[in-house]
C-alpha cells in the first residue's frame, strides 16, 4: 500500500478541482492510471441479470478501446464493471468506501486482488481502520466522478447512490451516460429519469467512445 498525499507530484490532478479532495489516498496498485483517460460504471447493488451483462459488456468493449474502468466495487453493477474491465485484458480502479482493513463486500477481497494484479488499482481516502459506514459511500462518489472523464448509470432506483454520482459528474462538466431499461422495473426508474433530463442513451459502447474523438477514432472492431 502506498500513501499519496495532496502536495505529492503523483496525486491524481483531476482531484486537485474538487472543493473538498482528500488530503491523501491510500493506494494498492498502479497509481500511475489514476491520471489516465477513464469512464466511471455506476449503478445498482441490487441489479437484474440484464444490468449485470451490460455492465461487464460495456466495459469490456471499453478496455479494448484502451478505456479505463472506474466504480466502486460494491455488489451488483459495480462488481460487474471491474469484472468485465479484467476480461477484456484492461485497468479499472476501484474506489473504497473504507479502509483496507475492512474490505466491503467481503467476498470482493479476490476481485480487489484481481484488480491490482490486472495492472489497476483500488484506492481509498480512509484510513485502514475506516468500517464501511453508510456516510462513506456518497462522499467517495465525489472520487468516482472526479476521477472519470464521464459517467454511466447502468441501473439505478429513483433514489440511489449512482445518481449522486451522475449530478456531481454534471456539476464538474462531466458526461453522464444512463442505459435504458424496462419501464416497470424499479432498477431502470433512475436511468430513464436521467435519459429524460438529458443523459445520452447507451446502447452499446460506441454510443460512449464516439463523443471522444481521439478515443473513437481507432477504428476497435468489436
Known amino acids: 500500500m502506498k500513501i499519496i498525499k495532496k502536495e505529492d507530484k503523483d496525486y491524481p490532478k ?4 474538487l472543493f473538498n479532495p482528500p488530503e491523501k489516498l491510500y493506494v ?6 489514476l491520471n489516465e483517460f477513464s469512464i466511471g460504471i455506476v449503478g445498482a447493488r441490487k441489479c437484474t441479470k440484464y444490468g449485470e451483462n451490460i455492465a461487464k459488456s460495456l466495459a469490456y468493449n471499453l478496455s479494448k478501446y484502451g478505456v479505463n474502468v472506474i466504480s466502486g466495487m460494491a455488489r451488483g453493477i459495480d462488481t ?6 479484467i476480461m477484456g485484458k484492461g485497468k479499472t480502479v476501484a474506489v473504497l468506501g473504507s479502509g483496507f482493513k475492512h474490505i466491503y463486500p467481503e467476498e470482493n477481497k479476490q476481485l480487489l486482488e484481481e484488480i ?3 495492472g489497476g488499482a483500488v484506492i481509498t481516502e480512509y484510513e485502514e481502520d475506516m468500517l464501511p459506514l453508510a456516510e462513506n459511500f456518497p462522499k467517495r462518489n465525489r ?27 454534471l456539476e464538474e462538466g462531466k458526461d453522464v451516460f444512463a442505459v435504458p431499461g424496462n419501464v416497470n422495473s ?3 426508474k433512475g436511468t430513464n429519469n436521467l435519459i429524460k433530463e ?3 442513451l447507451v446502447n452499446n459502447v460506441k454510443d ?3 463523443e471522444y474523438p481521439y478515443i473513437y477514432n481507432q477504428n476497435i472492431k468489436i
Request: no cysteine; proline share 0%; aromatic share 0%.
Open 28 to 33: 494498492m496498485g498502479d497509481e500511475k492510471i
Open 116 to 118: 491490482v494484479k490486472n
Open 80 to 85: 460487474a464493471a471491474h469484472i468485465g474491465a
Open 143 to 169: 472520487i468516482i466522478s472526479s476521477l472519470s472523464q464521464g459517467i454511466v448509470v447502468v441501473e439505478a432506483e429513483s433514489r440511489s447512490g449512482s445518481l449522486i454520482t451522475a449530478e456531481l459528474a
Open 208 to 210: 460512449i467512445v464516439e
Open 198 to 200: 438529458g443523459a445520452k
Open 186 to 188: 424499479q432498477t431502470s
Open 14 to 17: 483531476l482531484l486537485l478541482g
